[in-house]
Protein backbone atom coordinates (compact mmCIF):
# COMPACT_ATOMS: atom_id res chain seq x y z
CA UNK A 1 0.00 0.00 0.00
CA UNK A 2 1.61 3.52 -0.97
CA UNK A 3 1.83 5.90 2.02
CA UNK A 4 0.12 9.43 1.37
CA UNK A 5 3.27 11.16 0.63
CA UNK A 6 3.71 8.82 -2.65
CA UNK A 7 0.37 9.69 -3.46
CA UNK A 8 0.30 13.40 -3.07
CA UNK A 9 3.58 13.67 -5.23
CA UNK A 10 1.81 11.52 -8.06
CA UNK A 11 -1.23 13.14 -8.18
CA UNK A 12 0.72 16.68 -8.39
CA UNK A 13 3.60 15.33 -10.67
CA UNK A 14 0.45 14.47 -13.10
CA UNK A 15 -1.18 17.67 -13.08
CA UNK A 16 2.15 19.14 -14.10
CA UNK A 17 2.60 16.13 -16.58
CA UNK A 18 -1.16 15.57 -18.11
CA UNK A 19 -1.02 19.59 -18.69
CA UNK A 20 1.94 19.25 -21.02
CA UNK A 21 1.56 16.08 -22.55
CA UNK A 22 -2.05 17.55 -24.15
CA UNK A 23 -0.20 20.59 -25.09
CA UNK A 24 2.63 19.64 -26.32
CA UNK A 25 4.08 16.37 -25.42
CA UNK A 26 6.94 15.11 -23.11
CA UNK A 27 4.81 14.79 -19.82
CA UNK A 28 6.28 10.88 -19.30
CA UNK A 29 9.69 12.52 -19.20
CA UNK A 30 8.78 14.08 -14.73
CA UNK A 31 6.01 11.02 -14.24
CA UNK A 32 8.42 8.05 -15.60
CA UNK A 33 11.43 8.95 -13.31
CA UNK A 34 9.12 9.49 -10.12
CA UNK A 35 7.94 6.04 -10.51
CA UNK A 36 10.84 4.59 -11.02
CA UNK A 37 12.03 6.88 -7.94
CA UNK A 38 9.11 5.29 -5.70
CA UNK A 39 10.40 1.92 -6.35
CA UNK A 40 8.99 0.57 -9.25
CA UNK A 41 11.74 -1.02 -12.27
CA UNK A 42 11.64 0.84 -15.77
CA UNK A 43 9.27 -2.25 -17.20
CA UNK A 44 6.78 -1.87 -14.74
CA UNK A 45 6.61 2.27 -14.43
CA UNK A 46 6.25 2.34 -18.19
CA UNK A 47 3.27 0.05 -18.30
CA UNK A 48 1.91 1.91 -14.68
CA UNK A 49 2.29 5.60 -16.71
CA UNK A 50 -0.41 3.98 -19.60
CA UNK A 51 -3.01 4.13 -17.00
CA UNK A 52 -2.12 7.88 -16.41
CA UNK A 53 -2.20 8.17 -19.94
CA UNK A 54 -5.43 6.58 -21.43
CA UNK A 55 -7.51 8.34 -18.30
CA UNK A 56 -5.57 11.68 -19.24
CA UNK A 57 -6.49 11.18 -22.87
CA UNK A 58 -10.17 10.46 -22.23
CA UNK A 59 -10.78 13.58 -20.05
CA UNK A 60 -8.92 16.04 -22.65
CA UNK A 61 -11.50 14.76 -25.33
CA UNK A 62 -14.22 15.14 -23.16
CA UNK A 63 -12.79 19.02 -22.85
CA UNK A 64 -12.18 19.88 -26.66
CA UNK A 65 -15.64 18.42 -27.22
CA UNK A 66 -16.70 20.69 -24.75
CA UNK A 67 -15.09 23.94 -27.06
CA UNK A 68 -16.92 22.54 -29.80
CA UNK A 69 -13.42 20.94 -31.13
CA UNK A 70 -14.23 17.51 -32.44
CA UNK A 71 -14.05 15.09 -35.47
CA UNK A 72 -14.10 12.16 -34.45
CA UNK A 73 -14.46 10.45 -38.09
CA UNK A 74 -10.79 11.58 -38.85
CA UNK A 75 -9.06 10.91 -35.20
CA UNK A 76 -10.33 7.63 -35.47
CA UNK A 77 -9.49 6.63 -39.08
CA UNK A 78 -6.21 7.78 -38.16
CA UNK A 79 -6.08 5.83 -34.83
CA UNK A 80 -6.65 2.79 -36.69
CA UNK A 81 -3.65 2.49 -38.13
CA UNK A 82 -1.90 3.60 -35.06
CA UNK A 83 -3.73 0.55 -33.29
CA UNK A 84 -1.32 -2.76 -35.06
CA UNK A 85 1.98 -0.31 -34.82
CA UNK A 86 1.26 0.24 -30.67
CA UNK A 87 0.94 -3.42 -30.16
CA UNK A 88 4.10 -4.43 -31.92
CA UNK A 89 5.66 -1.69 -29.61
CA UNK A 90 4.10 -3.08 -26.79
CA UNK A 91 5.31 -6.59 -27.23
CA UNK A 92 9.05 -4.99 -27.55
CA UNK A 93 8.66 -2.93 -24.46
CA UNK A 94 8.32 -5.81 -21.81
CA UNK A 95 11.46 -7.24 -23.43
CA UNK A 96 14.08 -5.00 -24.95
CA UNK A 97 15.42 -1.86 -23.80
CA UNK A 98 14.60 1.31 -25.12
CA UNK A 99 18.10 3.35 -24.38
CA UNK A 100 18.99 3.69 -27.89
CA UNK A 101 15.93 4.51 -29.35
CA UNK A 102 15.69 7.16 -26.53
CA UNK A 103 19.12 8.89 -28.52
CA UNK A 104 17.29 8.46 -31.49
CA UNK A 105 14.48 10.07 -30.24
CA UNK A 106 16.59 12.88 -29.03
CA UNK A 107 18.07 14.05 -32.39
CA UNK A 108 14.50 13.43 -34.03
CA UNK A 109 12.80 16.01 -31.36
CA UNK A 110 16.00 18.62 -32.31
CA UNK A 111 14.91 18.32 -35.90
CA UNK A 112 11.36 19.18 -34.88
CA UNK A 113 12.15 22.26 -33.73
CA UNK A 114 14.10 23.35 -36.49
CA UNK A 115 11.42 22.63 -38.76
CA UNK A 116 9.46 24.37 -36.34
CA UNK A 117 11.45 27.44 -36.94
CA UNK A 118 12.10 27.43 -40.58
CA UNK A 119 9.16 29.87 -42.19
CA UNK A 120 6.88 28.13 -43.99
CA UNK A 121 3.69 28.87 -46.55
CA UNK A 122 0.31 29.57 -45.14
CA UNK A 123 -1.85 26.15 -44.27
CA UNK A 124 -4.75 25.33 -46.44
CA UNK A 125 -8.14 26.29 -44.76
CA UNK A 126 -8.71 23.77 -41.55
CA UNK A 127 -11.63 22.06 -43.09
CA UNK A 128 -9.97 21.30 -47.09
CA UNK A 129 -6.93 20.45 -45.17
CA UNK A 130 -8.34 17.90 -42.15
CA UNK A 131 -9.64 16.27 -45.29
CA UNK A 132 -6.36 15.56 -46.83
CA UNK A 133 -5.50 12.45 -45.02
CA UNK A 134 -3.00 10.61 -47.83
CA UNK A 135 -1.61 7.27 -46.90
CA UNK A 136 1.66 8.81 -45.98
CA UNK A 137 -0.54 9.92 -42.99
CA UNK A 138 -1.45 6.33 -42.24
CA UNK A 139 2.04 5.54 -42.63
CA UNK A 140 3.35 7.66 -40.14
CA UNK A 141 0.92 6.92 -37.36
CA UNK A 142 1.89 3.69 -38.11
CA UNK A 143 5.31 4.54 -37.25
CA UNK A 144 4.19 6.58 -34.19
CA UNK A 145 2.06 3.72 -33.06
CA UNK A 146 4.87 1.48 -32.47
CA UNK A 147 7.05 4.36 -30.69
CA UNK A 148 3.95 5.24 -28.58
CA UNK A 149 3.48 1.48 -27.79
CA UNK A 150 7.58 0.56 -27.06
CA UNK A 151 8.50 3.76 -24.73
CA UNK A 152 6.06 6.54 -24.95
CA UNK A 153 7.99 9.44 -24.00
CA UNK A 154 8.03 12.13 -26.26
CA UNK A 155 5.23 10.54 -28.49
CA UNK A 156 2.94 13.56 -28.57
CA UNK A 157 5.95 15.69 -30.21
CA UNK A 158 5.76 13.13 -33.26
CA UNK A 159 2.19 13.31 -33.26
CA UNK A 160 2.11 17.27 -33.76
CA UNK A 161 4.87 17.21 -36.27
CA UNK A 162 3.06 14.34 -38.66
CA UNK A 163 -0.02 15.62 -37.69
CA UNK A 164 0.89 19.74 -38.49
CA UNK A 165 3.21 19.34 -41.59
CA UNK A 166 1.58 16.28 -43.41
CA UNK A 167 -2.07 17.46 -42.70
CA UNK A 168 -1.38 20.96 -42.83
CA UNK A 169 -3.77 22.25 -40.20
CA UNK A 170 -3.58 24.75 -37.07
CA UNK A 171 -2.33 23.19 -33.53
CA UNK A 172 -5.39 23.40 -31.72
CA UNK A 173 -6.50 20.69 -34.19
CA UNK A 174 -3.10 18.68 -34.27
CA UNK A 175 -3.88 18.71 -30.71
CA UNK A 176 -7.41 17.48 -30.67
CA UNK A 177 -6.48 14.81 -33.12
CA UNK A 178 -3.49 13.79 -30.69
CA UNK A 179 -5.19 13.21 -27.81
CA UNK A 180 -8.30 10.88 -29.38
CA UNK A 181 -5.19 8.72 -31.58
CA UNK A 182 -2.96 8.25 -28.19
CA UNK A 183 -6.82 7.28 -26.32
CA UNK A 184 -7.37 4.36 -28.97
CA UNK A 185 -3.63 2.99 -29.24
CA UNK A 186 -3.24 3.74 -25.51
CA UNK A 187 -5.81 0.87 -24.72
CA UNK A 188 -4.20 -2.52 -26.37
CA UNK A 189 -0.92 -1.03 -25.39
CA UNK A 190 -1.76 -0.77 -22.12
CA UNK A 191 -3.75 -4.28 -21.36
CA UNK A 192 -0.61 -6.08 -22.55
CA UNK A 193 1.30 -4.49 -20.11
CA UNK A 194 -1.67 -5.68 -17.40
CA UNK A 195 -1.35 -9.18 -18.59
CA UNK A 196 2.22 -9.25 -18.58
CA UNK A 197 2.08 -8.04 -14.91
CA UNK A 198 3.56 -4.70 -15.13
CA UNK A 199 1.18 -2.17 -13.80
CA UNK A 200 0.92 -1.02 -10.51
CA UNK A 201 -2.87 0.08 -10.23
CA UNK A 202 -2.20 2.02 -6.79
CA UNK A 203 0.15 4.34 -8.33
CA UNK A 204 -1.00 4.46 -11.72
CA UNK A 205 -4.65 5.43 -10.82
CA UNK A 206 -2.76 8.30 -7.77
CA UNK A 207 -1.07 9.55 -11.28
CA UNK A 208 -4.03 8.90 -13.08
CA UNK A 209 -5.99 11.41 -11.40
CA UNK A 210 -3.96 14.08 -11.65
CA UNK A 211 -3.39 13.83 -15.37
CA UNK A 212 -6.61 13.75 -15.60
CA UNK A 213 -6.93 16.73 -13.82
CA UNK A 214 -4.00 18.48 -16.28
CA UNK A 215 -5.27 17.57 -19.89
CA UNK A 216 -8.64 18.72 -19.13
CA UNK A 217 -7.71 21.99 -18.22
CA UNK A 218 -4.93 22.03 -20.84
CA UNK A 219 -6.99 21.13 -23.38
CA UNK A 220 -9.43 24.23 -22.82
CA UNK A 221 -6.40 27.00 -22.31
CA UNK A 222 -5.40 25.19 -25.85
CA UNK A 223 -8.05 26.43 -27.21
CA UNK A 224 -8.58 29.74 -25.83
CA UNK A 225 -5.18 30.67 -26.25
CA UNK A 226 -4.43 29.81 -29.62
CA UNK A 227 -1.59 28.33 -31.45
CA UNK A 228 0.93 30.77 -30.70
CA UNK A 229 0.58 29.41 -26.50
CA UNK A 230 0.74 25.99 -28.18
CA UNK A 231 3.98 26.22 -30.25
CA UNK A 232 5.79 28.14 -27.30
CA UNK A 233 5.19 25.39 -25.00
CA UNK A 234 5.99 22.59 -27.76
CA UNK A 235 9.39 24.25 -28.09
CA UNK A 236 10.39 24.76 -24.67
CA UNK A 237 9.33 21.18 -24.07
CA UNK A 238 11.22 19.49 -27.03
CA UNK A 239 14.48 21.09 -26.13
CA UNK A 240 14.23 20.20 -22.66
CA UNK A 241 13.75 16.75 -23.26
CA UNK A 242 15.99 16.14 -25.85
CA UNK A 243 18.78 17.55 -23.68
CA UNK A 244 17.86 15.64 -20.86
CA UNK A 245 17.82 12.24 -23.28
CA UNK A 246 21.00 13.77 -24.66
CA UNK A 247 22.40 13.70 -20.70
CA UNK A 248 23.55 17.17 -21.19
CA UNK A 249 21.81 17.53 -17.49
Known sequence: MPDITSII???????????????AGGGSTITLPILIFLGLDATVANGTNRIAIFIQNIAAIKSFKNEQYSEFKISFKMALFALPGAIIGALFAVRVSGELFE???????????????????KNNTE???????????????????FYGGFIQVGVGFLLMAALQYLMRINLVLVNMHKVFIVLIY????????????????????????GNAFGGWWSAKIAVKKGEKLIK???????LIMSLKLLEVF
Open 232 to 238: GVLIAAI
Open 103 to 121: KILAIVMIGIIISMIVPKK
Open 186 to 209: TFPALVIFIVTDNVNWQLGLALAA
Open 127 to 145: NDAAQKTSWVVYLAMFGIG
Open 9 to 23: ILFAAGIVAGFINVM
